[in-house]
């Protein structure tokens, strides 16, 4: 008499990495500013204003928040994206979406 076994499922645990460090967020926003033309490298730094600091313009503005986006996997409302004036201001709005990676 044969006795059959019936494989019983192995409990499985799944990690996130916890959420992106501040300095991570802080690293891959500066690169998005060093990677558009306009922008004079030496100028870039936290809290440099887009357009008062870099000399970016309101199209330019746009396309650093659509680059945010797309670095970071997420998407940011308008009202919230016109509020994105600096580097430091966009560091801290990813910094508290929990689904940005």
Do not use: W
Request: proline share 2%.
């Amino acid at each position: 008499m044969s006795v059959s076994r019936i494989a019983s499922p192995v409990a499985c645990r799944f990690y996130s990495s916890g959420g992106l460090s501040q300095s991570d967020i802080e690293v891959r926003v500066l690169d998005i500013l060093r990677g558009f033309d306009k922008v004079d490298a030496n100028k870039i730094a936290l809290e440099s204003h887009f357009v008062k600091d870099l000399g970016l313009d309101s199209l330019d503005t746009v396309e650093v928040v659509m680059a945010i986006e797309e670095e970071f996997s997420v998407e940011i409302p308008d009202k919230e994206a016109d509020d994105i004036k600096t580097a430091k201001q966009a560091v801290e709005y990813i910094s508290h979406r929990a689904d940005a990676h």
